[in-house]
């Protein structure tokens, strides 16, 4: 009977199949007419009008994806570009790269390759360069071609800069996508980084390439010992940051140097003093702990990384870096990583870590800290683990989140430093009550004084309404203590908007957004109840003053959860504010199908569940007809038809089964039943006709669910 909960969650309407083929049906022959008007354009001897036409070409890629057109025209663009001066090449390489999702559709390669390559015989080095640029951005359909490879590697060696920098760029792209190129450029690249000849810029610029170098596991090894080599050669820190970043790069390919890296990084961050370094390297340890990776961390890795954040806690930048580490601690444990962690003994490093640092004076550090208490908590309960140490883990992450959240809503809040300090407070709250319910009620406790607390601080009370909301999604009834305070919230804020007539949009947005969410709370609170009447008269006090979208939002939450009579009340009063017919049949098809399923929950007037389905499944059709209505060849809408066919046809079997019930009783088996059933082999029988209808239901309920 609660299938149309999940109605909320339909989005509006999309481009369907339908749509599809008659958009391009009808284009097939504006294709051919738009790229004569472009070619003509390409052909006019004025300057300003070849641009202009070459610009368009992405457009026309974009309205009319088909091989055939794009083929022709990129053949036509490089016969332009082959015989344009360079302000015409460099429009060319712009279009190629705003067109990249298309190149795939591009068949002759070979003619393009051999119309664009002859440019590379040029004495104009800025010519060349902007074909190697081009090379470039078709790497995706060129990277097997031979010929480019002995372009793009001989003009490595030119002495012009602009060409040895598009080199570069051609280089990496290529590497990327050939596994050829890239294990025959490996040696010309370290022969040019460890030669005197070649400028530290440039160097900074090819070390980059290497981490391409993933297509073998022989090629990325060769690749990481050159870049070990370098790392000691060129001890400079942006010389450091780039190679550690290009072997972090290349193991997240490969995944088979994944330990060894996290070790090099970790000895890196405890043996270099330079803050830039290290912020680098803890940036590179964090993409190395995401869910695919963390597992290949090690204990001894995470207790070096504990001891890099004792020993850097001061105060300025290192409590930056100690932050940046404990989100990498945070991440292996969202990971799945909190087998890695010693939980033995009260006095392992990370508890002792996490025990000081959650009390800290500085509130980024103990924002961090308690996230990773309270994630390490979760963790161990989701996944079964008991501390052996005999410690509270939960209870430590209860007192830790509550003294945050004390610590941040102390004093005034005025910066978005301190909204996000709150808001990860919060985040804590809500992954602590999601896994452990029990600890919901005294949260809850303490965010109801907050929002008394922040009244008329709109960007404070919305991180706590948003909270609450999420509190009361979890756990139905918990937010019951607090309906006086929310209503009065409500009020408030309807007044304060009456009077102030010159309220700016940015603060009348955050007064709906947070009078949303709290008719929400409301809204989640009293589902299948009797609303009061001080509760109904704030709800309509609140809702008049939202805007359409904002009231929307509210028809959607109270579809799902069950507030059927609310839904079809809001909607009827945006019906009329949309600006086409689709949106208008749109929100009166939600209006019908609210209607239809709170005449099956909650409608009074009539006494049998009988009586409720045929009235239902009479508003569920002309719901139906409406939702068709909405529909239109740009904007389909099969989704939502099908999922309310299937919901009509439920009701049916509800209908039909209800039906069969009522007949047993009208109607009993006959006399002659039992004899009947013998003569038959068919037990069943014995009950009489409504055997029959029994097994029609069963079989209607199935199709259903199939």
């Keep these: ?28 022959q504006g294709s051919t007419s738009a790229l004569t008007e472009l070619e003509k354009g390409l052909r006019s001897p004025k300057f300003g009008e070849q641009c202009r036409s070459i610009v368009k070409f992405p457009r026309l890629f974009e309205k009319y994806p088909f091989p055939v057109l794009i083929n022709t025209a990129l053949l036509k663009l490089a016969e332009v570009f082959r015989q344009g001066p360079n302000f015409i090449k460099l429009c060319v390489l712009r279009v190629c790269e705003e067109s990249q999702r298309h190149l795939d559709k591009m068949t002759s390669v070979d003619e393009l390759v051999r119309r664009i390559i002859t440019v590379m015989n040029s004495n104009d080095p800025v010519a060349r360069a902007l074909t190697l640029r081009t090379f470039g951005a078709l790497a995706h359909i060129l990277c097997d071609k031979k010929q480019v490879h002995q372009k793009v590697r001989t003009s490595l060696d030119s002495n012009d800069t602009v060409e040895l920098e598009a080199a570069i760029f051609a280089a990496e792209r290529f590497a990327a996508g050939s596994k050829t190129f890239s294990t025959d450029i490996c040696s010309k690249l370290l022969e040019m980084i460890k030669g005197f000849a070649t400028p530290l810029s440039v160097k900074l610029k090819m070390i980059p390439i290497f981490e391409h170098m993933h297509h073998d596991g022989a090629t990325a090894s060769t690749a990481r010992t050159n870049c070990l080599e370098l790392l000691s050669s060129y001890p400079g820190q942006e010389f450091v940051i780039t190679i550690l970043q290009t072997l972090t790069a290349l193991s997240h390919h490969t995944l088979i140097h994944i330990p060894q890296q996290v070790t090099l990084l970790l000895e890196n961050l405890a043996s270099d003093p330079r803050s830039q370094v290290q912020d680098e390297v803890l940036n590179d340890l964090k993409v190395l702990a995401e869910e695919e990776t963390a597992h290949l961390w090690t204990k001894e890795n995470i207790e070096n990384l504990v001891d890099y954040i004792r020993i850097n806690t001061g105060g300025g930048k290192k409590d930056q870096l100690c932050v940046a580490a404990l989100n990498v601690l945070i991440q292996i444990v969202e990971a799945g990583g909190v087998y890695k962690l010693d939980l033995s003994s009260p006095r392992s490093s990370i508890i002792q870590l996490v025990q000081s640092h959650c009390y800290s004076g500085q509130l980024a550090v103990a924002a961090s800290s308690t996230h ?71 949260f809850v406790d303490i965010l109801g004084g907050m929002l008394t607390n922040k009244d008329g601080d709109k960007t404070s009370l919305l991180a706590i309404a948003e909270t609450l909301a999420a509190l009361g999604d979890t756990n139905q ?4 203590m607090l309906m006086n305070d929310i209503c009065r919230l409500v009020s408030n804020i309807v007044s304060e908007a009456e009077l102030s007539q010159e309220e700016t949009s940015s603060s009348a947005s955050h007064s709906n957004r947070v009078v949303v969410l709290l008719i929400t709370m409301m809204i989640q609170t009293l589902r299948g109840h009797t609303w009061p009447p001080r509760t109904l008269q704030v709800f309509r006090l609140g809702t008049g003053m939202l805007d359409s979208w904002s009231v929307y939002k509210l028809v959607r939450t109270a579809i799902r959860y069950g507030e059927h009579g609310i839904a079809s009340q809001l909607c009827a009063t945006i019906t009329d504010k949309v600006h086409t017919d689709q949106f208008y049949y749109w929100l009166q098809s939600l209006q019908l199908f609210a209607t239809a399923e709170q005449t099956l929950s909650r409608d009074e007037s009539r006494k049998t569940g009988h009586d409720k389905m045929n009235a239902a499944l009479k508003t569920f059709h002309r719901g139906l007809t409406t939702l068709r209505a909405a529909s239109s060849p740009n904007r389909q809408l099969n989704f939502q038809i099908h999922f309310m066919r299937c919901r009509i046809r439920n009701v049916q079997a509800l209908y039909q089964l209800t039906s069969a019930a ?28 409504v055997t029959g209808q029994l097994r029609s239901a069963v079989k209607e309920l199935q199709e259903c669910a199939s």
Aim: with cysteine.
């Design 1 to 28: 009977m609660n299938m149309m909960h999940d109605f909320g969650a339909l989005s509006s309407p999309g481009l369907g199949p339908v749509g599809s083929q008659a958009f391009f049906q009808d284009s097939e």
């Design 372 to 442: 990773l208490l309270t994630q390490i908590a979760v963790s161990s309960i989701r996944e079964g683990l008991d501390c052996e140490s005999g410690l509270d883990i939960l209870g430590e992450a209860v007192q830790a989140i509550e003294s945050l959240c004390l610590l941040v809503s102390g004093g005034a809040i005025h910066s978005q430093q301190d909204i996000n300090y709150l808001k990860r407070a919060f985040k804590c709250v809500t992954l602590l009550c999601a896994t452990k319910q029990d600890c919901t009620s005294q």
């Design 477 to 480: 009834g918990v937010l019951a």
């Design 662 to 689: 009522t007949s047993l009783q009208t109607s009993p088996p006959p006399a002659i039943a039992a004899a009947l059933a013998a003569q038959s082999r068919d037990d069943l029988q014995r009950c009489g006709r």
